[in-house]
């Protein structure tokens, strides 16, 4: 399970360094073998170990390509999906056309997602995570049920 926030700077190639405390796992899941794509929904990067994304690849191509939400996912999921490999020492290249997408130049957050991490450009996590945490209290008649009694 991946999970916390670390604050990573991008070299000027575009390489940042994975935490120390993700790279073992990592290496252990998929001998450093990641996939990174854009998020569809935000402005971020999403990076999934490789034996994660398969199963995510599998789901994307079983979808109706018929249906027009379905096709835009796929093309936009699938489209970016890059294969990197973690170097010798923990770093992941990522491509140019990614960065621009999530905006991202110097300093990066990276956020664990469980089963995956979210890479942000570091104003927009801090100008997210404030509208975030003021929009919370509003947003308390559209959780879904069971988050409703979920006890923190």
């Known amino acids: 399970m991946f999970r916390g926030i670390n604050t990573l700077k991008l070299d000027p190639k575009g390489r940042m360094v994975m935490p120390t405390r993700y790279r073992e796992l990592l290496q252990q899941q998929t001998e450093g073998q990641v996939v990174v794509t854009i998020d569809t929904e935000a402005t971020c990067l999403l990076l999934y170990p490789l ?11 079983q979808l109706p390509s ?5 096709r835009r996912i796929q093309r936009l999921l699938l489209g970016h999906a890059t ?4 170097d010798m020492n923990g770093r992941v290249l990522l491509p140019p056309p990614l960065r621009d997408y ?7 957050v ?7 991490f979210e890479i942000w450009d570091e104003q927009q996590w801090n100008a997210g995570r404030e509208r975030w945490l003021k929009d919370s209290a ?15």
Do not use: C, R, T, Y
């Open 51 to 61: 034996s994660e994304w398969v199963v995510i690849e599998q789901k994307l191509a």
């Open 110 to 116: 990276l956020i664990g997602q469980g089963k995956k």
């Open 138 to 152: 509003e947003d308390l008649d559209a959780l879904p049920d069971d988050l409703k009694l979920l006890s923190l």
């Open 102 to 108: 999530a905006g991202l130049h110097k300093q990066a």
């Open 66 to 70: 018929f249906n027009s939400a379905a």
């Open 83 to 86: 294969e990197i490999e973690m």
